[in-house]
């Protein structure tokens, strides 16, 4: 087995290019002159559009404008939905994305606390049993909005998260848009809280690109990118492209890690695009 794992994953068919273009992307807006003044601005406006579209992604969509009028009046999140607890998975996304500059610290140092405190804020109100919020799951009962299918067995779940958090300490040569791809993959891939994964799974992945230096004050929107691939893959061949990439990656295999790992990247020069219309519409505003 390879010493560094993560860096090993470079090699997949067609990772090192989308790896590049993300890394080219973000860059670009990296070197946006509102940076130099007002980054603070524009990293709390990528964590509301992220933290939209992870909630979209999870299943409880909502307008970004909607969103942030209801948050501006203190108002109680809702959506159009017969499901009441949609609103609560997009309240929770916010206080995420909010929370995760806090949380860094305890990513560095101890990543499996720190997924544990994700999952707490992910989860926050959704009516779980106290037994179940912070702790991966240790029944077989998930949920599955990505139809990924069998979920592995708690056991497996327990070893493969203690693995994971065991290579995050340890130092790879592998760029940060291909580590953010496994912790994602396999959060989603695990189930491995049984509940709200994809809301942690994302903000698991932001943290790593920020911790990791690719983009260290969060002024890319990732989740948007996720979002943005899905919605294409509908109007092009009416499959949700993020679900398809999620489920090759569960099937395992170099061809489904590829496909993956080729999705991610995508969505991190999508989201540092985002990043970049941001800052534009800040420079309007202040014209």
């Avoid at 806090?102 to 049993?129: E, F, I, N, T």
């Avoid at 020069?269 to 941001?278: H, K, S």
């Amino acid at each position: 087995m390879s010493q560094d794992p993560f860096a090993a994953l470079v090699d997949l068919p067609g990772v090192a290019d989308a790896v590049a273009e993300a890394r080219t992307a973000v860059d670009r807006l990296l070197g946006h002159r509102v940076l130099r003044r007002r980054s603070a601005e524009v990293t709390a406006e990528s964590a509301l559009r992220g933290a939209r579209a992870s909630a979209e992604l999870e299943g409880a969509g909502m307008e970004l404008e909607r969103l942030r009028g209801q948050l501006l009046h203190g108002q109680q999140v809702t959506v159009q939905s017969k499901e009441p607890r949609q609103g609560q998975v997009v309240t929770n996304a916010v206080r995420l994305h909010a929370d995760l500059g806090s949380l860094l610290p305890a990513w560095k140092a101890a990543p499996a606390q720190a997924l544990a405190r994700l999952h707490v804020l992910a989860s926050a109100d959704l009516g779980l049993p106290e037994d179940e919020v912070g702790r991966p799951r240790s029944g077989t009962e998930v949920e599955d909005p990505l139809d990924l299918g069998v979920a592995p067995q708690p056991v497996e779940v327990a070893a493969r998260l203690d693995g994971l958090c065991r290579l995050l300490l340890q130092p790879t040569a592998a760029p940060a848009v291909v580590v953010a791809g496994v912790v994602h993959g396999e959060l989603l891939a695990l189930r491995a809280f049984g509940s709200v994964d994809g809301l942690v799974a994302r903000a698991a992945a932001r943290l790593v690109l920020v911790e990791r230096g690719l983009d260290p004050k969060a002024v890319s929107a990732p989740e948007v990118g996720h979002a943005e691939l899905d919605a294409a893959g509908l109007r092009s061949s009416h499959t949700h492209a993020y679900a398809a990439a999620a489920r090759a990656y569960a099937a395992g295999g170099e061809q489904g890690v590829a496909q993956w790992l080729v999705h991610c990247a995508g969505a991190v020069a999508l989201g540092a695009t985002e990043g970049v219309a941001v800052c534009e519409a800040i420079l309007r505003e202040s014209a």
